[in-house]
């Protein structure tokens, strides 16, 4: 199927094809340089992405003159860039999503029960996400960790999600010394967890069935929905391509369960 859907609505439901598009194959690009009197040339501190630029030329199939300009008014409301950014995924690429809005005039050519329009998009964010969350859970001892595979081509923001999963008691079977078994649930005191050698801290307890999580996008620290920002320390980290070592201690030698949340990502 040659189309896309638009937030929850495919082009298909308002008689649009998808003739072509037009998507630069990395995003803008601002050069952070200085010009240095005497010295030739700049001085090129680095380059950073800047905004994403895509180009729709749409199809308008209609059998009359009034459906097909009832159709315009439907596109027109369904990508009015007031609404905000909106997830444009294309059927050949179902599993990657565009975070897009309208930007400048919407060109239209009509025709006899045809009109071809040409969108202008934007990406403020110019990365190319994932539709779905990976979601990776493991149980860490103080001073353990673990690999998280991020299958993406950029760093991408994660949700770190810390709670009580218990601590060590007798061994499963005392005569052998096999094994272990979890016989009670305690606070966790001064979390820290490190992604890719970037560490951040929390000062405070984690009481059992309490949910401390950081989200590194954003910005916010909460411990069962409050704000405790006021606790934390170090860095927000991104999530590295590829492997990436995730660590956990705390000052109880505690065992702690990591939920991490993220969404992969492309430039």
């Known amino acids: 199927m040659n189309g896309f859907r638009w937030g929850t ?8 094809v998808l003739r072509d598009r037009s998507i630069g194959l990395i995003p803008d690009t601002r050069d952070l340089e200085v010009t240095i009197p005497g010295r030739a040339g700049v001085y090129d501190y680095r380059t950073e992405h800047d ?20 159709r315009l008014r439907a596109l027109a409301d369904l990508t009015d860039p007031t609404k905000g950014y909106q997830a444009l995924v294309f059927d050949d690429e179902p599993e990657r999503e565009y975070r897009v809005k309208v ?21 403020a964010d110019p990365f190319i996400y994932a539709v779905t ?20 081509t950029a760093p991408t923001p994660v949700v770190v999600t810390v709670e009580v999963a218990g601590v060590v008691g007798q061994p499963l079977s005392p005569a052998s010394g096999v094994g272990t078994v979890y016989t009670e649930s305690v606070a966790l005191l001064n979390p820290r967890v ?11 307890q984690v009481q059992a ?3 401390l999580v950081v989200d590194t ?51």
Do not use: C
């Open 51 to 70: 905004k994403r630029r895509l180009t729709l030329e749409l199809l308008i199939l209609a059998p009359d003159s009034g459906a097909l300009a009832e």
């Open 9 to 16: 609505v495919h082009s298909s439901d308002l008689g649009v």
């Open 217 to 267: 996008g954003a910005m916010t620290v909460l411990l069962d929905g409050a704000n405790a920002l006021g606790g934390w320390s170090g860095d927000f980290p991104l999530l590295p391509p590829g492997p990436n070592e995730v660590g956990y201690r705390d000052d109880v030698g505690g065992l702690a369960r990591l939920t991490l949340r993220f969404r992969r990502r492309w430039t």
């Open 103 to 123: 930007t400048g005039q919407a060109e239209v050519e009509y025709g006899h029960g045809w009109a071809t329009v040409q969108l202008s998009l934007k990406m």
């Open 209 to 211: 069935g309490q949910q």
């Open 133 to 152: 969350d990976t979601v990776v859970q493991a149980d860490l001892f103080s001073g353990s960790s673990t690999q998280v595979q991020n299958d993406g």
């Open 194 to 204: 490190s992604i890719g050698g970037v560490e951040f801290a929390w000062a405070g």
